[in-house]
């Protein structure tokens, strides 16, 4: 079962520019993770959230929580073509093991 | 490089065949995770297992059947497929505590094609 939904489903930019992605979620969580898929490969952490912050940063990347709205944005500033890639977001609940559902992800592609 | 190891990476299988996946991890992770995938789709859950007991099955058909031998690894056993199961299948561990934030570590994924 799909958690969110996440918005643009693609997008293509200029090397330089930012990129921004949003995602939406539905039930309540403890954390908001964004992750990075290369083609065919396996994801990569990108960064985590937790349900009582609001943004975070890490390196070129910001992440902010709205859980009132129940939706996140993830911003990818001075892209490089190397971030070309899909992103998703991911919401996860401690059941005993994190249930952690993705959503339907942003496939960014940037120009050099 | 993941410190999740997943194997075989290809895999072709007929409808009757039996084979399994293997999935290897050496972080000390107590929860371990089988994800499906198919093209351009997110991974969707499949199961769950902490501390090797399977503490979550996303109503995932009997012929997919996950094993934990021990914490470090994790089978899923596969037989009878069907074509629609053509798909990347990765394995993701993480922490299972209860102060764990839950962040997933992916191998590269074994891609099954059913014939």
Not at chain 1, 15 to 24: I, P, V
Not at chain 1, 69 to 94: E, G, H, P, W
Not at chain 2, 103 to 108: H, K, M, P, R, Y
Request: aromatic share 8%; hydrophobic share 30%; glycine share 6%.
């Amino acid at each position: 079962s799909q958690q969110g939904e996440e918005d643009p489903q693609a997008l293509s930019i200029q090397e330089g520019e930012n990129a921004t992605m949003n995602c939406s979620y539905k039930t309540s969580i403890n954390n908001l993770q964004w992750y990075r898929q290369n083609s065919g490969r396996g994801l990569v952490h990108l960064i985590l959230i937790r349900s009582n912050e609001r943004e975070k940063h890490s390196g070129r990347l910001r992440v902010t929580l709205d859980t009132s709205k129940k939706s996140s944005s993830l911003l990818i500033t001075a892209s490089r073509a190397a971030d070309t890639a899909s992103y998703f977001c991911a919401t996860s609940r401690n059941t005993g093991g994190f249930k952690t559902i993705f959503g339907a992800g942003t496939r960014l592609f940037v120009k050099a | 490089d993941t410190e999740v190891t997943q194997t075989p990476k290809h895999l072709v299988m007929g409808m009757t065949n039996k084979k399994s996946l293997k999935c290897e991890q050496h972080m000390g992770h107590r929860a371990m995770y089988w994800y499906k995938q198919k093209a351009k789709k997110p991974p969707e859950l499949m199961f769950v297992y902490s501390y090797e007991k399977l503490s979550i099955n996303e109503s995932v058909p009997s012929r997919f059947s996950p094993e934990c031998p021990n914490s470090s690894l994790l089978n899923l056993h596969l037989h009878a497929l069907q074509p629609e199961d053509s798909a990347l299948y990765l394995c993701a561990s993480s922490q299972a505590n209860l102060v764990a934030t839950g962040e997933l570590f992916f191998g590269e994924g074994s891609r099954l094609t059913v014939l």
